[in-house]
């Protein structure tokens, strides 16, 4: 079975002060490895796609990277603005539907 | 591009009646769509995948009698809520899959809000 982690649960940052999220995978045979940003109240937002490990995509202060067990969203600078949750998923082998973490939720402090 | 789109973005209704939401593809077509059920900080709950011209397949426990979803073209999927009670108040997103050179990718639509009174 399909299993995606994410870590930590919530983090809090001070404006600046950078850091890294993490998902851990375990699905057979990735064909994807998607980040989305869910502001409240709001649907997910496509950020990412990761095919193979060594792989790495940036946008602004994210950069998110690949290894063959884990992704890393890295937030480099964090603003107020980049509060939200983030949600890592996998699409493997036949599948059609996303096997979801259950996201961390960031507070970036002024 | 990719835009996914909803309607209502919130629908407050009355326990008994029978609530539509729709999801449209603006600026592409997708043969599968998908919907989802949030809780208050949770994540994600995929309830049913919508395929274009045939009929959706649910995950486990999710009552196809209550949840009805046509896909009846490559831009639209429709969930209708039949008999909502107030346990189906819930956030509701749909997501439409785009086909790309890598790989497909699901775009989501923002949101329906229902309040089942």
């Known amino acids: 079975e399909d299993q995606v982690t994410q870590s930590p649960e919530a983090l809090r940052l001070q404006e600046g002060e950078s850091s890294s999220l993490n998902c851990s995978y375990t699905?057979?045979?990735?064909?994807?490895l998607f980040w989305y940003r869910q502001d409240p109240g709001k649907g997910p937002e496509f950020l990412f796609t990761?095919?193979?490990a060594g792989e790495e995509k940036e946008k602004e202060r994210l950069k998110a990277t690949l290894t063959k067990k884990e992704s890393f969203l890295h937030i480099t600078a964090p603003k107020p603005e980049d509060s939200a949750t983030y949600l890592c998923?996998?699409?493997?082998?036949?599948?059609?539907?996303?096997?979801f973490g259950s996201g961390t939720q960031l507070t970036v402090l002024p | 591009g990719a835009v996914v789109s909803q309607h209502p973005s919130w629908v407050i209704c009355k326990s008994g009646t029978s609530v539509k939401i729709e999801c449209r593809s603006l600026d592409f077509q997708a043969t599968t769509m998908f919907w989802y059920r949030q809780f208050p900080k949770q994540s994600l709950m995929l309830m049913a995948t919508?395929?274009?011209?045939?009929?959706?397949?649910?995950e486990q426990g999710v009552e196809k009698d209550k949840f009805l979803i046509n896909h009846a073209s490559l831009t639209l999927s429709t969930l209708t809520v039949t008999s909502a009670h107030p346990e189906d108040s819930s956030f509701y997103i749909c997501s439409a899959t785009h086909i790309g050179q890598g790989t497909d990718t699901q775009y989501f639509g923002p949101g329906t809000r229902l309040t089942v009174l």
């Open positions: 699905v057979s045979g990735l064909r994807g």
């Open positions: 998923a996998a699409l493997s082998g036949s599948a059609r539907q996303l096997t």
């Open positions: 919508s395929n274009e011209g045939s009929k959706a397949t649910y």
């Open positions: 990761l095919y193979s």
